[in-house]
């Protein structure tokens, strides 16, 4: 049985269509969703690389598949370059924020190139938009907050997963230099943006009731 035949196996036997059902309520795809969590994934990803998987080894018809195969790209003991070109491909195939969102954070050490990442910006598809977004977010924006906000404000797309992951971002500048970030909010005309950008820095603990309070006046009634 080669790797692609395996991970279809490894797919049907982990079923839980219960899961499945639930997550199609969250998850907005084309593609099948078996319902594996995803620690059991992970681990057989673990498994694919240390018997020798390709990223070729998979077909991405299934949410899982994706996600796999994203999780494969970011434990591969390869070129960042080798990585980038996984990477081209498989965005292809990104119709969701979750697929996208839980391969962020999987992508230490990639750092330097920032460069494919910001660029994503500028893409046609929401999903890469997001996913460029969510980077920056993940991993520059400690680094340099002031760059990352004029990356990522200026994108020109009123998709709602758009508007969530810049909102998001927001949220964490506030954590980074709340007078900048808050500025920031402040100057921002689209309602559901600045409103949404405000509640999600409100559910932080890290942000004080002074800040809290002085960031709901802000609201766009």
């Not at 949410?63 to 970011?74: K, L, N, Q, Y």
């Not at 797309?157 to 998001?168: L, R, S, V």
């Not at 004080?208 to 002085?214: C, I, L, P, S």
Request: a positive charge; hydrophobic letters at 40%.
């Amino acid at each position: 049985m080669n790797f692609t035949q395996r991970i279809k196996v490894f797919l049907k036997d982990n079923a839980d269509p219960v899961n499945a059902s639930f997550q199609a309520r969250l998850i907005f795809t084309k593609y099948k969703i078996w319902g594996l969590k995803t620690p059991p994934l992970e681990n057989f990803v673990k498994e694919l690389i240390k018997e020798g998987a390709s990223f070729e080894d998979f077909k991405h018809d299934s949410h899982e598949e994706i996600v796999m195969a994203g999780m494969f790209i970011g434990r591969s003991k390869v070129e960042n370059q080798q990585k980038l070109k996984w990477l081209k491909e498989w965005l292809n195939y990104v119709d969701n924020w979750a697929s996208c969102d839980q391969i962020v954070g999987r992508l230490k050490g990639m750092e330097s190139e920032a460069e494919f990442f910001k660029d994503l910006l500028n893409g046609q598809q929401t999903f890469t938009q997001r996913f460029g977004i969510i980077w920056l977010m993940r991993w520059n924006l400690k680094k340099d907050l002031v760059e990352t906000l004029k990356l990522v404000m200026p994108v020109e797309n009123d998709d709602y997963y758009i508007k969530m992951a810049k909102a998001w971002t927001l949220a964490e500048a506030v954590l980074i230099d709340y007078e900048y970030a808050k500025n920031i909010i402040a100057g921002i005309d689209d309602k559901f943006l600045r409103n949404k950008a405000i509640s999600k820095a409100c559910e932080s603990f890290r942000v004080n009731v002074e800040q809290k309070e002085e960031l709901r006046k802000l609201r766009l009634k």
